[in-house]
């Protein structure tokens, strides 16, 4: 009897994770890692959570693209993935730590930035796990993943997949459709983040790549022995793992021919868009780390103003405390309103204290 798929499906152990490392990753995780880290870069964060890291292709381009002040902590639910990861190695030091997306050990506010790359499509539950990242954010912080497309625009995938359903008809082995390719409407990655309480709708980009190797053996030897697709393989037949990679490396050659192949690759990358802490909208409670920029005044219904808190408010909010959240709530979440800063005094340190009016 073979393991429940789905349940298998997010295994990486065993000689897995040595296998990805080597034949998966060049093959089609490192331009979209390098991708990944430079949109990074360009936010100039200061502290940055990875999660679902695997083997730290992300990482080792975030080290080498963030400055060394930037801290960077890598995360995954699979320990025996990361230790791949710290065997490796990085450029600098980075801080391993097994964690569950869907459960982050990680305080409130306490990361600028979250990247994630094809380990959404993993989480049993997207919604709860972008609530996490939002969570463990700093208001104006960034969530930065991507997943990959459809199947069908994923050569190498769809090939292998259709030869192994040509090999066990009766029970054809789905996880390359179901998991890694079964998370690409951009429909539903909108509303999952809108769920997770992130503005939206995100500007998705879909990003085609090539994907090549010396012969059809190393896809073959990649997707069916270095991904939990070899679990379902030897659920079926606990021998057959050899023949079933040979299988796929012939229909891969028919299709990409003997010598060096060449296929396309395509995923989404979703920005989430800046989160500008709706909790400060009235009626909803701030953050501790917001309500310690706060400058409070004494007079109830006199204008009050947040400290510049990363880009929060990017110079075009100031917030005023209702009297009523001052009086009740004063030393708890307080209630805030909304204002905007007349466009000419953007940027004006003259302007914040004027508008404070207890300065
Ligand atoms: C396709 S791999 C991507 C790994 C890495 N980001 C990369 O680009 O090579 C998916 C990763 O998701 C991890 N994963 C699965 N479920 C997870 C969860 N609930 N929380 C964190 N990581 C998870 C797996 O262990 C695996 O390392």
């Known amino acids: 009897m073979h393991t429940d798929g789905h349940n298998a499906d997010k295994v990486f152990a065993g000689s897995i994770p040595e296998l990805y490392d080597v034949y998966l990753v060049p093959l089609i995780f490192e331009p979209y890692a390098i991708d990944l880290a430079r949109r990074l870069a360009a936010r100039r964060p200061g502290r940055v959570l990875e999660i679902a890291a695997g083997t730290g292709v992300v990482t080792r381009a975030l080290a080498t693209a963030l400055p060394a002040s930037v801290d960077v902590v890598a995360t995954d639910l699979n320990q025996p993935m990361l230790d791949r990861a710290s065997s490796v190695g990085t450029c600098r030091p980075i801080e391993w730590r097994q964690a569950d997306a869907m459960a982050l050990p990680f305080a409130d506010g306490s990361f600028d930035a979250v990247v994630c790359q094809f380990g959404a ?86 990003l085609a790549a090539r994907s090549r190797a010396a012969s059809s053996r190393i896809p073959a030897i990649a997707y069916c022995q270095g991904t939990p ?85 990017n110079d075009r909010y100031a917030v005023t405390l209702s009297e009523t ?25 003259k302007h914040r204290s004027g508008y404070g009016g207890n300065e």
Not at 327 to 338: I, N, P, T, Y
Request: net charge positive.
């Open 325 to 349: 959240a001052f009086g009740v709530r004063r030393d708890k979440a307080a209630l805030f309103q909304w204002v905007q800063v007349p466009p000419g005094n953007r940027s004006s340190r």
């Open 229 to 313: 697709l070899r679990n379902e393989i030897e659920s079926r037949d606990a021998a057959g793992l050899a023949s079933a990679t040979a299988v796929c490396a012939n229909a891969l050659a028919r299709r990409f021919g003997t010598g060096a192949v060449d296929g396309k690759i395509q995923a989404h990358v979703v920005p989430s868009r800046p989160d500008r802490r709706d909790r400060f909208r009235p009626g909803n409670a701030c953050s501790q780390s917001a309500r310690a920029s706060v400058l409070f005044d004494r007079t109830p219904r006199t204008p009050v103003l947040l400290e510049p808190h990363a880009d929060l408010f």
């Open 121 to 206: 499509m993993f989480f049993p539950d997207r919604a709860r796990a972008f609530a996490q990242a939002r969570r463990v954010l700093v208001p104006g912080g960034v969530l930065l993943f991507n997943v990959w497309d459809r199947i069908e625009e994923n050569e190498f995938a769809a090939t292998v997949t259709e030869a192994l359903a040509g090999l066990y008809p009766q029970d054809p082995p789905r996880f390359m459709a179901r998991t890694p390719h079964g998370y690409c409407e951009n429909g539903v990655i909108g509303q999952d983040l809108a769920k997770a309480g992130f503005p939206g709708p995100p500007l998705i980009e879909t």
